[in-house]
Antibody, heavy 119, light 107 residues
Framework: QVQLVESGGGVVQPGTSLRLSCVASGFTVTDYAIHWVRQAPGKGLEWVAIIWYEGSNKYYADSVKGRFTLSRDNSKNTLYLQMNSLRAEDTAMYYC????????????WGQGTLVTVSS | DIQMTQSPSSLSASVGDRVTITCRASESINNHLNWYQQKPGKAPELLIFAVSSLQSGVPSRFSGGGSGTDFTLTISSLQPEDFATYYCQQTYSTPYTFGQGTMLEIK
């Protein structure tokens, strides 16, 4: 069964760091592009980042560029989103989602993990 | 960045109605246009990809159309489970922007 499960969210203070995980099952992450999408409370969807199949090409939204970093552990079929210098505006539910190609729709999503940045 | 603008932002309709949601891109995105449905407290679900291709398992009352910069999502006969928020998204170029969403409510 194809599944994505995020974890690692929590309540943190501004300026601190957090690492989110996205564990994939039922498929191999190296066969798909994996995206991160976030949704602030009561707001719409915001695309955050993509890591492509080969793992070396990554792109980030301007709002997180230089602060967030994607990585992948192929042996664990797991993706990571390292979030540094967190700001209040990073507060959101974070979803990972897969796409067959970089430009195709996101056909499977995780349930999300909530990140709250507050002093 | 490509801006995606949906209209309307909210819509009230009744079971059995035909509804259409519009999405406009700030520049041509070829056929790289997807539609998602999101229910409260849940992750989004892909309904339509590449403008008009129905995702597996999605009922045939959902359909997509358009080209270039203007696209539509049509629900031919609303069912109770269709009341949700709908988002369009372009995957033509990064950042893969979403529309602001259209909340479909029961009249």
């Amino acid at each position: 069964q194809v599944q994505l499960v995020e974890s690692g969210g929590g309540v943190v203070q501004p300026g601190t760091s957090l690492r989110l995980s996205c564990v994939a099952s039922g498929f191999t992450v190296t066969d798909y592009a994996i995206h991160w999408v976030r949704q602030a409370p009561g707001k719409g969807l915001e695309w955050v980042a993509i890591i492509w199949y080969e793992g070396s090409n990554k792109y980030y939204a301007d709002s997180v560029k230089g602060r967030f970093t994607l990585s992948r552990d192929n042996s664990k079929n797991t993706l990571y989103l390292q979030m540094n210098s967190l700001r209040a505006e990073d507060t959101a539910m974070y979803y990972c989602a897969r796409a067959f190609s970089g430009s195709s729709g996101f056909d499977r999503w995780g349930q999300g993990t909530l990140v709250t940045v507050s002093s | 960045d490509i801006q995606m603008t949906q209209s309307p932002s909210s819509l009230s309709a009744s079971v059995g109605d035909r509804v259409t949601i519009t999405c406009r891109a700030s520049e041509s995105i070829n056929n790289h246009l997807n539609w998602y449905q999101q229910k409260p407290g849940k992750a989004p679900e892909l309904l339509i990809f590449a403008v008009s291709s129905l995702q597996s398992g999605v009922p045939s009352r959902f359909s997509g159309g358009g080209s270039g910069t203007d696209f539509t999502l049509t629900i031919s006969s609303l069912q109770p489970e269709d009341f949700a928020t709908y988002y369009c998204q372009q995957t033509y170029s990064t950042p893969y922007t979403f529309g602001q969403g259209t909340m479909l409510e029961i009249k």
